[in-house]
């Protein structure tokens, strides 16, 4: 081989490899929107390979397995969780306007969600009970997030607008608890109004926590979907 084809073979290689990462992230992609469907248990590299029209053994060679598979879902959903919910609230100031940011996102993601179904939710009552790496990863990206939350409001406590005699945890446990609400009110019994109720029990848990000098006014919210309600009208 001359050393004038090196680099021709090595833009091949390169071209290739570029192929086979966008075809890996169609496939997840695909896989994503089949979990929120039909569950991380309803994933196999059969159904997927139908739903790429792809064939099995061509989906089985990007992942090895359907655990592997199911963990690179698991990813890829933190990963756009993390890009609409967490980043843009990084703008925020600290305290009080980037935890209000952190929930209005959670919120917003949520509402779209009513629809589709939530990875985390319908992945803790799939794994709830079980050992292993799937539920790890699912573990792992759930507590990820709500650590991030925890920071927010220690960060909070620390600028002033919340007291400090709260505890971080338990003001975490309320703002999760109404995210676990909304879900099983607004999808499973389909309850109308369920969206403002959040927002208003949000609202709830700052003005009960809220330092007394904080008395911050809550940012008019835009309403970007409510819920749905029961199914004579259809995220």
Known sequence: ?????????????GRALQKGQQTK????????GLATQIGLEGLSIGALAEVTQMSKSGVFAHF??????????????HTRFEEEVFYPAMREPRGLPRLRALFANWMKRTSFEIDSGCI????AVEFDDRTGPVRDALVGSVKAWLAAMRRAVVSAIDEGHLRKDIDPDQMLFEIHGLILALHYEARFLKYPGSVERANAG?????????????????????TARTTRTPKTAKE
Do not use: C, H
């Not at 949000?202 to 835009?222: K, M, V």
């Open 1 to 13: 081989m001359s050393v004038t084809e090196l680099p021709s073979k090595r833009a091949r290689e």
């Open 25 to 32: 992230a169609a496939i997840v992609d695909a896989a994503l």
């Open 64 to 77: 090895g397995s359907r655990e592997e598979l199911q963990i690179s879902v698991i990813r890829e959903y």
């Open 120 to 123: 985390y939710i319908s992945g």
């Open 202 to 222: 949000f609202d709830n848990i700052l003005g009960q926590y809220a330092a007394r000098q904080a008395a911050e006014p809550a940012p008019a919210r835009t």
